[in-house]
């Protein structure tokens, strides 16, 4: 059984930073694309940085490059989002996703909701 676990959330000034974590169980780490997104009151599911698990490239949208980073702990099959500078439109519920039986190619596309995993969120608010 697949399971991805969101943690890491919680309330932020603006300005601060704050990392969220996705632990992968039930499938190959590698050659996983993983995905996060996040989703505010209102508005449709965002896509926000991609990893593909077998490699080192990332790819990020345009509304988080420079501000957020994804990165990967194969050891601990684990995503992470990095995210600096955080303003109060940053706050939403954060998703992992993830994809298995695809290629790079299929990875870069950033917000892409079509992944097949998603796990339960996790929760950030920004205060200003």
């Known amino acids: 059984q697949v399971q991805l676990v969101d943690s890491g959330g919680g309330s932020v000034q603006a300005g601060g930073s704050m990392r969220l974590s996705c632990t992968v169980s039930?499938?190959?780490?590698?050659?996983?694309?993983m995905g996060w997104f996040r989703q505010a009151p209102g508005k449709e599911r965002e896509g926000l940085a991609n990893?593909?698990?077998?490699?080192?490239?990332?790819y990020y949208g345009r509304s988080v490059a420079g501000r957020f980073s994804i990165s990967q702990d194969n050891a601990n099959n684990t995503v992470y989002l990095h995210m600096n500078n955080l303003k109060p439109e940053d706050a939403a519920m954060y998703y992992c996703?993830?994809?298995?039986?695809?290629?790079?190619?299929?990875?870069?596309?950033?917000?892409?909701?079509?992944?097949?995993?998603w796990g339960q969120g996790t929760e950030v608010t920004v205060s200003s």
């Open positions: 990893i593909y698990t077998g490699t080192t490239s990332p």
């Open positions: 039930g499938l190959t780490f590698g050659s996983t694309c």
């Open positions: 996703a993830a994809e298995t039986g695809r290629d790079m190619w299929w990875c870069q596309y950033v917000g892409r909701r079509d992944f097949t995993y």
